[in-house]
C-alpha cells in the first residue's frame, strides 16, 4: 500500500513539472485570470476597431419633412469614400455635413450638435486644405428630389482621433454657401442619421 502511494506521488509530481507554462497558467488566482482575459478582450476590441473599413448611415427624416436616405463610408486609397442616395428633398443643393453627436433624436436632430469640428477650425468647403472634418459641401437633388453622389474626402477617418463613427450624418434644406460661419447658412435639417460599422 506504501508503495502504490509512494508511485501515485511521484507520478503526480512528474505530470505537474512536465506541464510547465500551462501548469503555472492553471495555478493563477482568479483576478490574474480575469485581468488577463480583460486585456486579451480590450486588445481584441482595438484591433476590431483598427480594421473597420466599411460605414454606413441610414438617414430619416425630421419633422415635417420627407427626406431619407442612406450614405456609405468606404475606406479607399486616398481616403474615405462617401457613397450616398438620398430621396425626398427639394430640388437644387442642399448642405451636407457630419455632426458631433450621434444623437437624431429631437424633433429638428438639434440633438447632432454642430458641425464635427475636432480642430476647432473655420468652416469651409470640402476641398478647402482647412475646414471642419464635418463639412462636406453640398449635395444636389434633381427634379425628382433624388440626390446620388459618390467622391472620397481625406479629411474623415473610420478610426483614431477623428473617428466619424458614431457620430451623425445632416442634411440641411438649403445650400451650403461655404463661407458663412459657423454652418455655411445651411438652414434647418431635414434628415439625419447615425453612423455606425457596416458588415
Known sequence: MKRITI????????FMMGSGCQQQADMESPAEQTNEMQTGKAQTMESSEMM????IAVLHPT???NAHGTVTFERGENGIVVCG?????TPGK???HIHEYGDCSAADATTAGGHYNPEGVEHGARTD???HVGDLGNIEANEEG???????DAHLALDGPHSILGRAVVVHANEDDLTSQPTGAAGPRVA????GIAE
Not at 508511485?7 to 512528474?14: E, K, Q, R
Not at 442616395?85 to 428633398?89: A, D, P
Not at 439625419?192 to 453612423?195: A, D, E, L, P, R
Open 129 to 131: 486644405e482647412v475646414r
Open 7 to 14: 508511485f501515485t506521488v511521484a507520478a503526480i509530481g512528474l
Open 85 to 89: 442616395l438620398i430621396e425626398g428633398l
Open 52 to 55: 473597420v473599413t466599411d460605414a
Open 192 to 195: 439625419c442619421g447615425v453612423i
Open 63 to 65: 419633422e415635417g419633412n
Open 146 to 152: 433624388m440626390a446620388t453622389f459618390e467622391f472620397t
Open 94 to 96: 442642399h448642405g451636407f
